[in-house]
């Protein structure tokens, strides 16, 4: 037992120290795909998609910046015509490395500014609304000198530093993170990935995610090697959108959840059917499957503690492996 202990202590010991050396702020050859998901009451899915890319150095009162491009790259839209969906994308020109925007620069703190140049850089924060960065003032976007407990006061939610783990890149390289809880029920948080950024975008820090309406960092690239990737359902690649063959059913056949929003139990019933080889799928706002379940007799009862945060998920049922049925609830703890 004693050996099997000394084990675990030593693996625990190299997977952490994996990620002790600090890796700096990309300062060429790098770039950051992103994705904002807005779901909108008259029945429209927006999923826009942007690239922020680093151009050449430049010395600004003495000190040395990195330019950096911003462009968009991709357009995606669900539209609800008379209880019919149109869905359509649109790829944009990707002209390296986009509009120079502005600069940024990392301190010997592990700050990390960025400065606005020729105009003032408009940032939306999803519904949250607009973050302006003020030309020719630098202004913070990250702290790689972080410790537990630390409060980011100029974040926009999540202030506090929960935890510090690491993840494994996709070259097999450890990167320290930072861990920031969501405010309420309606974000789940937001990790920083050292020498990369946050996980909802360039600008995470001022991010705000709101209810049915989210942002992530699809791709990240450094010096033409994808080391980290999360694109969404209706992207090809990083950086091109593929028209998918989804379309929602006319009828949504009685299928019903209640109570909406659940905080203990929820009941997902469908009516109207061959009740037989009915299978429901649970997601997550990203339209990610996390669950699958078999309806017995068109309806089965869930814990709530099934499903790991609060906020928003969506709910299919299969048959045959073709798609019925569909709806959305909120999940409370």
């Known amino acids: 037992m004693k050996n099997i202990f000394f084990i675990f202590c030593l693996f625990f010991i190299a997977n952490n120290s994996l990620a002790q050396n600090y890796h700096s702020f990309p300062d060429s050859v790098a770039s950051w795909s992103e994705t904002n998901y807005t779901y909108l009451p008259t029945s429209e899915r927006d999923y826009d998609g942007w690239k922020f890319e680093t151009a050449n150095d430049t010395i600004i009162n003495g000190k040395q910046y990195t330019l950096l491009g911003f462009q968009d790259a991709t357009f995606h839209i669900y539209i609800d015509l008379s209880n019919s969906w149109f869905n359509s994308s649109q790829n944009f020109f990707i002209n390296h490395p986009g509009n120079i925007i502005g600069a940024f620069r990392e301190d010997s703190t592990k700050k990390v500014w960025f400065r606005a140049l020729g105009n003032d850089f408009h940032f939306d924060n999803n519904w949250g609304g607009e973050i302006i960065f003020s030309k020719d003032s630098d202004v913070i976007i990250y702290d790689f000198n972080l410790n537990l407990g630390d409060t980011v006061a100029w974040k926009s939610e999540g202030k506090i530093v929960l935890a510090m783990d690491s993840i494994q890149l996709l070259n097999g390289e450890y990167r320290k993170t930072f861990e920031f809880a969501g405010d309420g029920i309606q974000t789940s948080g937001s990790k920083w990935i050292e020498g990369i950024g946050s996980d909802i975008g360039f600008f995470g820090a001022y991010e705000i995610s709101e209810f049915e309406s989210w942002s992530r960092l699809s791709c ?21 959108a593929q028209i998918l063959n989804i379309n929602e059913p006319k009828d949504n056949l009685n299928f019903s959840c209640y109570p ?74």
């Open 260 to 333: 909406n929003p659940a905080s203990d139990f929820i009941h997902f019933k469908i009516q109207s059917v061959n009740s037989s080889d009915l299978i429901l799928a649970v997601l997550n706002i990203y339209g990610e499957e996390i669950n699958q379940f078999k309806l017995l007799n068109g309806e089965i009862i869930l814990p709530v503690t099934l499903l790991k945060n609060s906020g928003m998920y969506y709910c299919v049922v299969k048959q045959n492996d073709k798609v019925i049925a569909r709806d959305k609830f909120v999940m409370i703890k």
């Open 220 to 240: 990240f690239h450094f010096q033409d090697s994808l080391l980290y990737e999360n694109i969404s359902t209706y992207q090809q690649s990083c950086d091109v």
